[in-house]
């Protein structure tokens, strides 16, 4: 499976540091049910952000899967610009289309 990379507009702050790139992993249906454990599919906005944090791998040299700096969450992803925001929305069905191929 192949991982969805993209660089974001505005950034991503964490520590006090701004990233640009990212990286994105297809969403499985255990991340689905997840997300909705967070976010009910009935607030979409909050669903999908919740979503996001669950399929981000990495941003900058920010890595989800290291115990000492992910995950990632959902207060995080509330903290972006809009724009950012609608780049990170984009690429979850980017990351589903190179996962269909």
């Known amino acids: 499976m192949a991982n969805y990379r993209g660089k974001l507009k505005h950034g991503f702050v964490i520590k006090d540091k701004t990233y640009l790139d990212f990286e994105m992993r297809e969403a499985s249906t255990a991340d689905m ?9 009935a607030t979409p906005l909050k669903y999908v952000g919740a979503l996001i944090a ?3 791998v990495r941003v900058g040299d920010f890595d989800a899967g290291s115990e000492f700096k992910g995950p990632f969450t959902l207060q995080m992803i509330r903290r972006l610009h809009p724009t950012d925001y ?5 690429a979850l069905g980017e990351a589903e289309k190179l996962g269909e191929d």
């Open 54 to 56: 669950k399929t981000l």
């Open 33 to 41: 049910f997840d997300a909705e454990d967070i976010a009910t599919n």
């Open 86 to 90: 609608g780049v990170l929305r984009d």
